[in-house]
């Protein structure tokens, strides 16, 4: 029965391969629209990473995972404040996936040189999960990175409200109090926001613009709002400082809010082999009893 199913599981996969082949899927009026716009895209705000052996080998397949529709915009957003290319994730991806594909095999060719072979069913559907496995590890790891990220991003962005509301009190611009509070602050959050106002001055537009823009490209909201309210500052004459006070408390209390969150989970997660332990030794107590029982009658 496994055969016929791992059998009938290829026959499928190749047909429907051989059927976009012959009929590509007709693409999206976004990607229409992207061709038809001779604009160059923005250069992303944050720095990127550079690829590893992972990527190198993994790069023949990138073209194939983009006609996909791969990444996810979400999953781009991710990659974005990480710092990791999209070309370098799906090569990742690739790489990790053929591997998974032919560890099983190896180890089944390596059991049965020791004289233990292993029916190929079970070394193809290993192969298979295994293989599965390596193509979202790559997207699971990017998800945790980028909320850890993105943590980190707020706390600092908390920080940085602060000390502009102490630089606007003393007198300074609204420009002056953006560049001056973000000189202040040490880490990679701070480096990107440095970078963003760099970016700001040598194209000669509005810092808050390149923060909205930063705000996007890292899926920070409250960086983009941020940017609307200097920018209130900035063209209208608006009173921020009550302003940028509020949203530093808010953002505090949000991260107080998610720590706390975060403790009663690993809270949880740790009674989790406590509660095991404990019913595996009521069996380990019980079972001789019950065993006795069931033995008289």
């Not at 160059?40 to 990527?55: K, M, S």
């Amino acid at each position: 029965m496994i055969t016929a199913l791992v059998i009938g599981v290829g026959f499928g996969l190749g047909i429907w391969a051989i059927f976009v082949w012959a009929v590509p899927p007709r693409p999206g009026l976004a990607s229409l629209l992207r061709q038809l716009d001779n604009t160059p895209a923005p250069p992303p705000i944050t720095p990127q990473e550079r690829p590893g052996w992972a990527a190198t080998l993994g790069k023949p397949f990138v073209r194939l995972l983009t006609a996909l529709g791969l990444p996810s915009p979400s999953l781009r957003r991710d990659l974005a404040i990480t710092g990791k290319p999209v070309p370098s994730h799906l090569a990742d991806k690739a790489a990790l996936a053929i591997a998974g594909l032919l560890l099983p095999t190896l180890v089944s060719i390596a059991v049965a040189l020791l004289g233990m072979p292993l029916a190929w069913e079970a070394s193809l559907i290993a192969s298979l999960l295994v293989a599965f496995m390596g193509f979202l590890l790559p997207d699971i790891t990017v998800r945790r990175d980028a909320a850890r990220r993105r943590a980190d991003f707020r706390l600092a962005l908390s920080a940085y409200l602060n000390l502009i509301r102490v630089t606007l009190a003393g007198g300074a611009g609204v420009e002056g109090a953006l560049t001056d509070a973000a000189t202040v602050g040490r880490g990679r959050s701070f480096n990107q926001i440095r970078r963003a106002l760099t970016i700001a001055k040598v194209t000669r537009v509005t810092p808050w613009a390149t923060l909205r823009a930063l705000g996007d490209e890292l899926d920070v909201r409250e960086l983009a709002e941020l940017s609307s309210s200097v920018s209130l500052a900035g063209t209208e004459g608006a009173r921020v400082r009550a302003s940028l006070q509020a949203k530093a408390s808010a953002l505090r209390t949000r991260e107080l809010t998610d720590a706390e969150g975060d403790a009663q989970a690993a809270t949880e997660r740790m009674s989790l082999p406590v509660i095991v332990l404990f019913i595996g030794f009521l069996l380990f107590i019980g079972y001789p009893a019950v065993a006795a029982v069931l033995g008289g009658f």
